[in-house]
């Protein structure tokens, strides 16, 4: 079975731009969540969707959104970038419920010049 | 609100040496789960294992053993004769059952570092 899988792996980019990551969960899994991960925050939730709803929000400005497709896949889509956004951005896949484990992907490697 | 408190950041030892990580969390829900997760250095969170709030009962996975207790709201992480390839940093995470709390909320993670 596939794990999650994230693209693209690296990213470059300047400010003021936009960019958007991709992620495809587990085959099955119908929920999706995003993470942002810095040396000084830690792992921090962005979002997460199931069933192409968004089912909670973390406390970022509106300029991180997200969506989830029909298919399961989700992307997050980050517009007038920021230096501060230069982050690792991790999706995690899981079945229905609450209490299942999250499987994460490698990650997106964003950085902002 | 939900806190994860991982009050160690770096731990280095030598091999085979016995190693506890700490965690200690904060929630208001009467249901909610704990998880540990190791990151290696490729960057992806692994899964260690899953606790919900109605099971204190300790588990031992090979090297690996966890202690609930609620009494303390503590789910430390031992590694018994721990190896150099348990080098990693290690999140301990809280997840409420419902609403905001359902939100998987990280600690700040423990740099572990094992000496050959």
């Known amino acids: 079975k596939a794990g999650v899988t994230q693209t693209p792996r690296y990213l470059i980019k300047t400010r003021g731009q936009q960019v958007t990551l991709s992620c495809s969960p587990i085959s099955g899994h119908r929920s999706v969540s995003w993470y942002q991960q810095t040396p000084g925050q830690g792992l921090q939730f962005l979002f997460e969707y199931f069933s192409e709803t968004q089912r909670n929000k973390g406390n970022f400005p509106g300029r991180f959104s997200g969506r989830q497709f029909s298919n399961s896949r989700s992307e997050m889509n980050v517009s007038t970038l920021e230096l501060g956004d230069s982050a690792l951005y991790l999706c995690?896949?899981?079945?229905?419920?609450?209490?299942?484990?999250?499987?994460f992907g490698s990650g997106t490697q964003l950085s902002v010049l | 609100a939900q806190k994860v408190t991982q009050a160690q950041t770096e731990i280095s030892v030598v091999e085979k040496e016995d190693v506890t990580l700490d965690c200690v969390y904060e929630?208001?829900?009467?249901?909610?789960?704990l998880f540990w997760y190791k990151q290696p250095p490729s960057g992806e969170l692994v899964f260690l294992i899953r606790?919900?709030?109605?099971?204190?009962q300790n588990e031992i996975s090979g090297r690996y053993s966890w202690n609930f207790q609620k009494s303390t709201s503590s789910f430390n992480f031992t590694i018994t004769a721990s190896q150099v390839v348990d080098s990693a940093v290690y999140f301990c995470?809280?997840?409420?059952?419902?609403?905001?709390?359902?939100?998987?909320?990280f600690g700040k993670g423990i740099t572990l570092s094992v000496r050959p």
């Open positions: 929630t208001r829900d009467t249901t909610y789960y």
């Open positions: 606790r919900n709030s109605f099971d204190e």
């Open positions: 995470a809280l997840r409420g059952y419902t609403g905001a709390n359902s939100k998987l909320t």
């Open positions: 995690a896949s899981s079945g229905t419920t609450t209490n299942e484990k999250l499987f």
